[in-house]
């Protein structure tokens, strides 16, 4: 064997083991989703429940907006994210007991549901879309990479500050 074939063999062998080690992450972060929590059930299944018992609020405008927000989502992982972006969405449409879902609960969903780092993205298709990003600002700071263990009392003191500010301006 020459100098080349071990080097070749080397390089092949590091190259399997990174290849193994990355789909081993995207593996445990999909058993991770899929352990119990405290109320006895897996992230996967509420983001399921939330989807299935909100499919019949959508209407087509929702629909081909949300497609357009996840068409910078790379095409692999393009189908799980607007999975778990629906999910967050019909949460929050049935925690406002919403008749269907709205742009507003619509955009409200996404920001929750993404990492801070997607956030221009998302600010930069909402530009292309004339959508007014500044009612939304409050939710920008509740992006799931600064979450705490409090972030839905966080949320709602914050959803509860703006309706007040609202009031006292008379909006």
Known sequence: MSMIDDIL??????????????????????????????????????????????????????????EELVSPVPELFRDVARHKIAGKIGEIALKKENRHITQDTLIEGYILATPKRDHKFLRKKLKEKEIDVEPYEHLFELSRSNYADNWKSRYKKMSSEKVNSLKNTGK
Do not use: A, C
């Open 9 to 66: 063999i080397i390089f092949w062998g590091f190259l399997m083991i990174s290849l193994m080690g990355i789909g081993g992450y995207f593996m445990f972060r999909k058993f991770l989703k899929q352990l119990p929590k405290e109320d006895g059930h897996s992230n996967m299944e509420w983001e399921e429940y939330y989807v299935n018992n909100t499919s019949h609020l959508w209407q087509e405008t929702e629909k081909s907006l949300l």
